[in-house]
């Protein structure tokens, strides 16, 4: 078979599939690609999240995070917040993101404003990281140059020294510029890969004031493939 020419014989998805509130149907989706991941190599990083933002010139910026959170105000991720990223949705909010499961034949996407984490979030999420990585945190200012791999090692070696591992919440601090966002969406689009390239995309479009749990404030189109 021609590996670019993969018919998508997914089941696709109706209206009559959605359940009642957008957050219930991306959750229930993020749940089957969880599943699959646990069962199937075919879904790796089930959670991996391309975000898009864009630089004061409005040329677009793309990279994957990890979705760590996801409740009824939307997805969320960590990060630095000096970063590319952390700089480009400081100063302009608007962001886009995509889950893509391409085994699945699914795929969400959000288009949004990001907003930070507060800090009571992110220490909750900090202290469940692993040691390493808080250290790791600690030795990258990310996006930032470095003149070598070598550099990179004798940053983390330094930090390791300075924040020995004691087995406690309390080893690492939070770094200042460590934090996340929240995507708060205004569209939020199931895309469900179906044979012949006829695929389903249904989009749920804000209306109201409400988060992705009230059913109130969105209504739902189907947009051509
Ligand atoms: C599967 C995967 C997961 C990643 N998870 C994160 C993450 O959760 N947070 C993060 O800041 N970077 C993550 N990265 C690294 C980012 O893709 C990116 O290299 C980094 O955040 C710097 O992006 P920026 O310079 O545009 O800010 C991940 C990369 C991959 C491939």
Known sequence: MDPHRVDYTGDGISEADLLETPYASVRAWVDDAVRRSETEADVFEPLALSVASADPEGRPNVRTVLMRFLDERGPGFVTDLTSTKGRELTVNAHV???LTWPAMYRAIRFR????QLDEDEVRSYWVSRPWASRISAWASQQSQPVGSRADLEAAYAARAAEFPDHGSDDDVPVPDAW?????LCD?????????????DRLVHTRTGE???GDAGSWEVSRRQP
């Not at 949004?112 to 907003?115: C, F, I």
């Not at 934090?179 to 995507?183: D, S, V």
């Open 96 to 98: 886009a993101a995509a």
């Open 179 to 183: 934090g996340g966002f929240r995507i």
């Open 112 to 115: 949004g404003r990001a907003v």
């Open 210 to 212: 409400g988060d992705l």
């Open 187 to 199: 569209e939020v689009e199931l895309w469900a890969g179906r044979r012949n390239r006829l695929h």
